[in-house]
């Protein structure tokens, strides 16, 4: 678990087990120190494998709690430092659950998930033990109702007090997704420990992108790895981009097109180097941002510009077009398919740089992918 | 005939005096719809051209008699403009704005479902019924009157489509973006049951693409119930796995939302999936 989640978790009152962040040797030998007994040392990166990179160990005293601190400080896991390890107390699980609160698009509603079988996930306790699935709406404004609640997780096989725990780390996780704007709050092993109570070991928290502008807190939830450096810099621009395999580098004004149009490429045999959307209120200077960011994606042999003109004014792509052509070396041929708004204001700029521009989507694309075959 | 507005459809716009509020406001006035006012808080007794401006919902509903809003606030504000548009007289809500939190989306939707309004979006384009009624950012002109109902969760795709249909001759009887969001209010399964009840409507376009359900529960309805002729798109055959499409709602997840499950659903269901929009209208008279 990731020291950001722990804190959430232990903001919302959801029992983790003791731990400290180190980010020295002597540090964590402190921790353990003070802990007592056997602690895992976990690196504390943003990447998946950490285990198999070495990235997570067992001591159980201060001098070996320094020295695995200090074999995991410095490691590169998935192209990242380790600058941090998270030292936490080993806890023995008498038993594991599963517990998560989530958006679910389906229902259009929030629910509870929650299977006796934890410690593996979700999609393999639903092949292996399908009935042990519990799935609970859950009031979208209030999040779970005891007796509903308690029903539906089957509470008279767990027994009253754990069944009474898992009801209130829900309602926690239901005030952590309302408040924190997440779609996922996953808690994986939910563990019954010696004394029986519950603890989660580890924890999952999807957060919302459209949530991240109201908690700019957490936006170290958002995980670097699953971006290229070219769709992080879309991103800054406000494109909305990702980078695929081919060589037709695309622009298009909205997601829907812009999927089609890779469809429409492939359809006629060849492959989109990109899915790049301009967004609606698109003006000259996003045009160019996004002429350098296809520019700068190797393999890149032609560039097919199609717009649609509703909110976005193809007069204002046109000169985005020209503006970028003055200012940067373009080397690849470029086809531009222009309808709807200002189309015809559109076509005389371009003509007047003595550019063409389609009017039939199909033309174009057949034209962009006479160039790369 | 259309479905959910008519050329008596009065309609307010929340956010008037934005830049985008103001802009289509202006061009939806411009198109024949009846703009009958609009909503920014504080700048109640102001007006837009000829269209009164007021400080609340409630108050502009009553005033002007509108049933129907159209939401061009800021993402922040738009599930506060939902929730005061469902606690007024209006009976249709259209929300245009992009960026409302999901877990908002899920208590709006069930706000307006306890007051039995209807939701249009967000994160859509709107409807429009041609020569009637445009409640969105869509250019007008590419429409024309007739028995084509239209239903998608995109924007210019729409409008890819409408005008290949317009072009081919097919108009439409109202075009509907639902919307790109995981949680949209109007799903696939409500529009078609609006258009099977529509004299007016001969046949129906659907427009889909990758991520959620909604496709294949449309599928199943239209096996089960649906009258009329239907033809599909599904965009987003070459997504990639796990990643978002521009659209918060376009992404398959695992083995969900997957474009194969979809075409497939589609064709048990009788529909002809077409790989091209310019297929569309030929697919339509076959």
Same mark, same amino acid.
């Given at each position: 678990?990731?020291?950001?989640?722990?804190?959430?978790?232990?903001?919302?009152?959801?029992?983790?087990?003791?731990?400290?962040?180190?980010?020295?040797? +002597?540090?964590?030998?402190?921790?353990?120190?003070?802990?007592?007994?056997?602690?895992?040392?976990?690196?504390?990166?943003?990447?998946?494998?950490?285990?198999?990179?070495?990235?997570?160990?067992?001591?159980?005293?201060?001098?070996?709690?320094?020295?695995?601190?200090?074999?995991?400080?410095?490691?590169?896991?998935?192209?990242?430092?380790?600058?941090?390890?998270?030292?936490?107390?080993?806890?023995?699980?008498?038993?594991?659950?599963?517990?998560?609160?989530?958006?679910?698009?389906?229902?259009?509603?929030?629910?509870?998930?929650?299977?006796?079988?934890?410690?593996?996930?979700?999609?393999?306790?639903?092949?292996?033990?399908?009935?042990?699935?519990?799935?609970?709406?859950?009031?979208?404004?209030?999040?779970?109702?005891?007796?509903?609640?308690?029903?539906?997780?089957?509470?008279?096989?767990?027994?009253?007090?754990?069944?009474?725990?898992?009801? +209130?780390?829900?309602?926690?996780?239901?005030?952590?997704?309302?408040?924190?704007?997440?779609?996922?709050?996953?808690?994986?092993?939910?563990?019954?420990?010696?004394?029986?109570?519950?603890?989660?070991?580890?924890?999952?928290?999807?957060?919302?992108?459209?949530?991240?502008?109201?908690?700019? +807190?957490?936006?170290?939830?958002?995980?670097?790895?699953?971006?290229?450096?070219? +769709?992080?810099?879309?991103?800054?621009?406000?494109?909305?981009?990702?980078?695929?395999?081919?060589?037709?580098?695309?622009?298009?004004?909205?997601?829907?097109?812009?999927?089609?149009?890779?469809?429409?490429?492939?359809?006629?045999?060849?492959?989109?180097?990109?899915?790049?959307?301009?967004?609606?209120?698109?003006?000259?200077?996003?045009?160019?941002?996004?002429?350098?960011?296809?520019?700068?994606?190797?393999?890149?042999?032609?560039?097919?510009?199609?717009?649609?003109?509703?909110?976005?004014?193809?007069?204002?792509?046109?000169?985005?077009?020209?503006?970028?052509?003055?200012?940067?070396?373009?080397?690849?041929?470029?086809?531009?398919?222009?309808?709807?708004?200002?189309?015809?204001?559109?076509?005389?700029?371009?003509?007047?740089?003595?550019?063409?521009?389609?009017?039939?989507?199909?033309?174009?694309?057949?034209?962009?992918?006479?160039?790369?075959? | 005939?259309?479905?959910?507005?008519?050329?008596?459809? #009065?309609?307010?716009?929340?956010?008037?005096? $934005?830049?985008?509020?103001?802009?289509?406001?202006?061009?939806?006035?411009?198109? &024949?719809?009846?703009?009958?006012?609009?909503?920014?808080?504080?700048? $109640?007794?102001?007006?837009?051209?000829?269209?009164?401006?007021?400080?609340?919902?409630?108050?502009?509903?009553?005033?002007?008699?509108?049933?129907?809003?159209?939401?061009?606030?800021?993402?922040?504000?738009?599930?506060?403009?939902?929730?005061?548009?469902?606690?007024?007289?209006?009976?249709?809500?259209?929300?245009?704005?992009?960026?409302?939190?999901?877990?908002?989306?899920?208590?709006?939707?069930?706000?307006?479902?306890?007051?039995? #309004?209807?939701?249009?979006?967000?994160?859509?384009?709107?409807?429009?019924?041609?020569? #009637?009624?445009?409640? $969105?950012?869509?250019?007008?002109?590419?429409?024309?009157?007739?028995?084509?109902?239209?239903?998608?969760?995109?924007?210019?795709?729409?409008?890819?489509?409408?005008?290949?249909?317009?072009?081919?001759?097919?108009?439409?009887?109202?075009?509907?973006?639902? &919307?790109?969001?995981?949680?949209?209010?109007?799903?696939?399964?409500?529009?078609?049951?609006?258009?099977?009840?529509?004299?007016?409507?001969?046949?129906?376009?659907?427009?889909?693409?990758?991520?959620?359900?909604?496709?294949?529960?449309?599928?199943?309805?239209?096996?089960?119930?649906?009258? #009329?002729?239907?033809?599909?798109?599904?965009?987003?055959?070459?997504?990639?796995?796990?990643?978002?499409?521009?659209?918060? &709602?376009?992404?398959?997840?695992?083995?969900?939302?997957?474009?194969?499950?979809?075409?497939?659903?589609?064709?048990?269901?009788?529909?002809?999936?077409?790989?091209?929009?310019?297929?569309?209208?030929?697919?339509?008279?076959?």
């Amino acid at each position: 678990m990731e020291y950001q989640s722990r804190q959430l978790l232990i903001q919302y009152g959801v029992p983790v087990p003791e731990a400290d962040v180190a980010d020295s040797p +002597e540090a964590a030998s402190a921790i353990q120190a003070r802990l007592g007994g056997m602690v895992v040392v976990k690196a504390q990166v943003l990447a998946g494998g950490r285990g198999k990179a070495g990235g997570v160990r067992i001591a159980r005293t201060p001098e070996e709690a320094a020295t695995v601190a200090g074999r995991i400080l410095g490691l590169e896991i998935g192209g990242q430092r380790v600058r941090k390890v998270l030292v936490t107390r080993a806890v023995k699980s008498v038993k594991e659950y599963y517990l998560s609160v989530l958006v679910d698009r389906n229902a259009k509603g929030v629910e509870a998930v929650f299977s006796d079988k934890g410690g593996i996930t979700i999609e393999e306790a639903a092949a292996g033990h399908p009935g042990r699935i519990r799935h609970v709406g859950l009031d979208p404004f209030l999040g779970p109702d005891g007796t509903s609640f308690l029903a539906g997780i089957g509470a008279d096989e767990l027994g009253p007090e754990i069944a009474q725990s898992l009801l +209130e780390i829900t309602r926690s996780l239901f005030r952590l997704c309302v408040e924190k704007d997440c779609s996922l709050i996953e808690l994986n092993p939910l563990s019954l420990v010696e004394g029986g109570k519950l603890v989660a070991l580890d924890a999952k928290i999807v957060v919302d992108d459209n949530g991240l502008p109201m908690h700019p +807190e957490l936006l170290a939830f958002r995980n670097p790895d699953e971006y290229g450096s070219d +769709e992080i810099e879309a991103r800054e621009a406000g494109l909305s981009y990702v980078g695929l395999d081919g060589n037709i580098g695309c622009m298009v004004n909205g997601a829907g097109l812009s999927m089609a149009t890779m469809d429409l490429i492939k359809h006629y045999g060849a492959a989109p180097a990109n899915f790049l959307d301009i967004g609606g209120s698109s003006n000259p200077e996003k045009v160019v941002k996004a002429f350098s960011i296809l520019l700068g994606k190797p393999g890149v042999k032609a560039i097919l510009i199609n717009i649609f003109g509703g909110i976005t004014r193809c007069d204002d792509v046109a000169n985005g077009i020209l503006k970028a052509k003055s200012m940067i070396e373009i080397g690849v041929p470029i086809v531009i398919r222009l309808i709807g708004t200002n189309d015809v204001k559109a076509k005389e700029i371009l003509q007047g740089a003595g550019i063409e521009a389609y009017n039939d989507l199909g033309e174009a694309i057949k034209r962009v992918v006479a160039y790369v075959a | 005939m259309s479905i959910l507005v008519n050329a008596d459809t #009065k309609v307010i716009v929340q956010g008037i005096t $934005g830049r985008d509020g103001s802009f289509h406001a202006r061009s939806m006035l411009a198109y &024949g719809t009846k703009v009958v006012g609009g909503v920014t808080p504080g700048k $109640g007794g102001q007006s837009l051209d000829s269209m009164p401006v007021f400080d609340g919902v409630d108050e502009a509903a009553r005033a002007t008699g509108a049933d129907a809003s159209v939401i061009f606030v800021p993402a922040r504000f738009a599930s506060a403009a939902i929730r005061e548009a469902a606690d007024s007289p209006i009976r249709l809500i259209v929300c245009i704005t992009e960026g409302v939190p999901l877990v908002e989306m899920a208590q709006n939707y069930r706000y307006i479902k306890e007051r039995g #309004k209807v939701l249009v979006g967000p994160n859509c384009p709107g409807l429009i019924s041609p020569g #009637k009624c445009k409640i $969105g950012i869509m250019p007008g002109q590419i429409h024309a009157p007739g028995g084509v109902g239209v239903i998608s969760r995109s924007g210019t795709l729409t409008y890819e489509i409408v005008y290949n249909l317009t072009k081919a001759g097919l108009g439409q009887s109202t075009c509907i973006g639902i &919307g790109g969001d995981p949680i949209t209010g109007l799903s696939f399964v409500e529009v078609l049951q609006l258009y099977e009840k529509d004299p007016d409507t001969e046949s129906v376009v659907l427009i889909g693409e990758i991520g959620g359900e909604a496709e294949e529960e449309a599928a199943d309805y239209i096996k089960r119930s649906f009258s #009329k002729k239907v033809v599909a798109f599904i965009a987003g055959r070459t997504a990639p796995p796990e990643k978002k499409m521009g659209h918060a &709602g376009a992404i398959i997840s695992g083995s969900r939302g997957t474009p194969d499950s979809k075409i497939k659903a589609f064709g048990d269901a009788g529909v002809p999936v077409v790989d091209r929009p310019d297929q569309v209208p030929e697919a339509l008279r076959g």
